[in-house]
């Protein structure tokens, strides 16, 4: 098992770029979640799936963020225009559920820098 | 919502003593309660969980108790060692249980 895969690991772009993290999920698992680590705010959950579909998106800051999740094994966090206060670690986790969670596992996270 | 309470926010030991971190919460629908251990530039990994239907659970040197009633549930690191200095995340699943709330995070240090 692979784990969760996202790349790229590590993003650098300059303010008013568009920028596009990936991440695929653990075979199997239903659930998808995207989260923003940074110094002052922690983990913050940013959006989840679940089947493909989004539940709740009512972390994602503003409307220059975005995610799709086009099939089971596949989903990306987009920001259009990035600014320099979108720069922090992104994590994709993914699980499944059935009286309660299981397999929560976390992926190695895109480090974004915008300048 | 749920909303998940953890302390101390940063916690220093000698090598060899115990740590504790303590977390609590909101939302007494809540049913899973995972521990993560963040290490510098690395993702968060899952070191011990418990389940609402049991108090106490033990794997080595890592123990982690709930207690329903009051609403709270704590890490418990015996022996530390160095290689334990980490960031330490306590979360709670929310009362549909699809969703984990994250704690703040403990910074563990381990002074040799």
């Known amino acids: 098992d692979a784990g969760v895969i996202q790349s790229p690991r590590h993003e650098v772009t300059e303010m008013g770029q568009e920028v596009t993290l990936r991440c695929k999920p653990i075979?199997?698992?239903?659930?998808l979640f995207w989260y923003r680590q940074t110094m002052m705010r922690g983990l913050e959950l940013l959006i989840y799936?679940?089947?493909?579909?989004?539940?709740?998106d009512s972390g994602m800051p503003e409307d220059r963020f975005s995610a799709k999740m086009p099939n089971a094994s596949f989903s990306t966090l987009k920001i259009q225009p990035s600014e320099p206060r979108d720069s922090a670690v992104y994590f994709c986790?993914?699980?499944?559920?059935?009286?309660?969670?299981?397999?929560?596992?976390f992926g190695s996270g895109t480090r974004l820098t915008v300048v | 919502g749920e909303n998940v309470e953890q302390h101390p926010s940063t916690l220093s030991v000698q090598e060899g003593d115990s740590a504790v971190i303590k977390c609590t919460y909101s939302?007494?629908?809540?049913?899973?309660f995972p521990w993560y251990k963040q290490e510098l530039g690395k993702r968060p990994q899952l070191i011990i969980d418990?389940?609402?239907?049991?108090g106490e659970k033990k794997d080595q040197r890592i123990a982690v108790t709930l207690n329903k009633t009051a609403k709270h549930f704590s890490l418990h690191i015996t022996e530390t060692q160095p290689e334990d200095s980490a960031v330490y995340f306590c979360a709670a699943s929310n009362k549909y249980g699809n969703k984990l709330v994250f704690g703040a995070g403990t910074i563990l240090r381990v002074k040799s």
């Open positions: 418990i389940r609402s239907n049991v």
């Open positions: 075979s199997g698992h239903d659930y």
């Open positions: 799936f679940n089947n493909n579909v989004p539940i709740d």
């Open positions: 986790a993914s699980g499944f559920f059935r009286d309660g969670p299981y397999g929560y596992t």
């Open positions: 939302d007494s629908a809540s049913n899973y």
